[in-house]
């Protein structure tokens, strides 16, 4: 009979299990917990858990998952989750068996809590070290260096003393500064604003054409929207009437240009320059 009770309980936990939402980020989901509990759980957790989760929670020398991505741990608010898996055990499909723990509740919850201190505070894969934020110094260039660059190469389209006037000054964040004119986009607009878009113009050989907005181009169409807002999209081989030429003006050509020859020197020395336009 007890076994059948263990056998019925870990089947509801199971299916409770199931029926929860998906998990969401584990900072937002619950509130920090009491840090003497969190304290204790350490302990806890060193001396229950660590041989088969790691350290880290990321899974151990024993073989066991990696807790920071368990559906358990991350639906799971108070140990109402993970205190059935702890009592009865687990054998996952595929996976490697956990035995059960005769633990206290009050044991497993302090587990539960430090358990959740440490999702909580886990960073994305990517994310820089934990620890202060390094602020970087992009001013590294030179700004005699950059003044001939900009002449060079710049001054088809800008103008220190016109568009770009009082940059510096404008722009005091060197970061934004410098995204900006790599990017083409207009001084101190949103990262999230588009660029000049490019303005195409079909002409076709019975002598008509038609302009708007560029969509997409390639060996075999050629779309746009009209001034007017109607989408329009030719065949480039064997249309009727047939396209004699298609000429693109894309004001972003420059910038676009310079992606694949600009140096690290030469981004920091016009930076330098234009930080220097007050």
Known sequence: MRCAWTFLLVISAEAALAAQPPPTFPAQQRPPGDPAVIARG???????????????????DMGGPNLLRSPIVLNDQAG?????????????????????????????????????????????????PAGAKVELNLLVGN???????????????????????????????IEQLQNSWVSGRRFGTPAATSPRPAVVTVKFEDGS?????????????????????????????GANPRIADVDINDPMSGHRSLFAKLTDDDMHDVTAYLAGLK
Do not use: W
């Open 42 to 60: 350490s302990s806890l957790y060193a001396i229950q858990c660590r041989s088969c989760h790691g350290m880290d929670l990321r899974g151990g």
């Open 209 to 237: 054409d038609v302009s708007g907005t560029l969509q997409r181009l390639d060996d075999f169409t050629v779309s746009l929207v009209t001034p007017e807002g109607q989408y329009r999209n030719f065949t480039r081989r």
């Open 143 to 173: 700004s005699t260096k950059g003044k001939r660059y900009f002449e060079a190469r710049c001054t088809s389209c800008h103008s220190a003393t016109g568009d770009l006037a009082g940059i510096g000054a404008r722009l005091a964040n």
């Open 80 to 128: 109402e989750a993970i205190a059935p898996v702890v009592i009865n055990g687990r054998n996952p499909p595929g996976g490697k068996p956990m035995p059960p723990l005769p633990l206290p509740r009050e044991d497993i919850d302090a587990i539960s809590e430090y358990i959740h201190s440490v999702v909580a505070s886990a960073q994305p894969q990517g994310a820089p």
